[in-house]
């Protein structure tokens, strides 16, 4: 069965505490890995797609990586601001719209 | 502004009314989605629609039943609810099917009661 799997589930952080996210997935076909941004009250905001083990990409303090079975959001001296829920989502290769999201990591900030 | 417009923001219907959510983006995307985002789950998507065809239906009860007239907007028609469908259905585009970046509207938070 596909399956993705986010950890942990909830996360407290000091500011400036850098830490890692975790996306694992089992699925048939990866045609992509997702990650997202969600503010309360709020859709969730594209933050980067990795297509291929070994692929890496960065945005500001954020930074993806790709391995056969897993995805990491590595967060460097973190802000408060940076305090959301990053859902991660695989894109399987039996379908062009066949999208699977975890149920996200819920990421807070302590000034 | 994301360019995805939700109406309304918030719902409350009863288990015998009828009402439809609405969704408008203004990107030119040709692909459109509805999901659903419950408490604590993953969110579940529910239809895709290519250029006003739909592409996917992901196992979703009958009573709920989406229209997409143009490339720019995508209906939601709900009747006959069940209080476990109370949650944020969200609306999202992208260029096409499938491609990497989607951008999600805010939302409709709807409670069945």
């Known amino acids: 069965e596909d399956q993705v799997t986010q950890s942990p589930e909830a996360l407290r952080l000091q500011e400036g505490e850098s830490s890692s996210l975790n996306c694992s997935y089992t699925?048939?076909?990866?045609?992509?890995l997702f990650w997202y941004r969600q503010d309360p009250g709020k859709g969730p905001e594209f933050l980067f797609t990795?297509?291929?083990a070994g692929e890496e990409k960065e945005k500001e303090r954020l930074k993806a990586t790709l391995t056969k079975k897993e995805s990491f959001l590595h967060i460097t001296a973190p802000k408060p601001e940076d305090s959301a829920t990053y859902l991660c989502?695989?894109?399987?290769?039996?379908?062009?719209?066949?999208?699977?999201f975890g149920s996200g990591t819920r990421l807070s900030i302590r000034p | 502004e994301t360019g995805v417009t939700q109406t309304p923001r918030h719902l409350v219907m009863g288990m015998t009314n009828k009402k439809s959510l609405k969704c408008e983006q203004h990107?030119?995307?040709?692909?459109m989605y509805w999901y659903k985002q419950s408490a604590k789950k993953p969110l579940e998507l529910m239809f895709v629609?290519?250029?006003?065809?739909?592409?996917e239906n992901n196992s979703v009860p009958s009573r709920f039943s989406p229209e997409c007239p143009n490339s720019s907007h995508l209906f939601l028609h709900l009747h006959t609810l069940q209080p476990e469908d109370s949650a944020l259905y969200l609306c999202?585009?992208?260029?096409?099917?499938?491609?990497?970046?989607?951008?999600f509207g805010q939302g409709t938070r709807l409670t069945v009661v």
């Open positions: 629609y290519s250029l006003e065809e739909r592409v």
């Open positions: 989502a695989v894109r399987l290769g039996s379908s062009a719209s066949k999208i699977i």
């Open positions: 990107l030119g995307h040709n692909a």
């Open positions: 999202a585009s992208s260029q096409e099917v499938g491609n990497t970046e989607a951008f």
């Open positions: 699925v048939s076909g990866l045609r992509g």
């Open positions: 990795l297509y291929s």
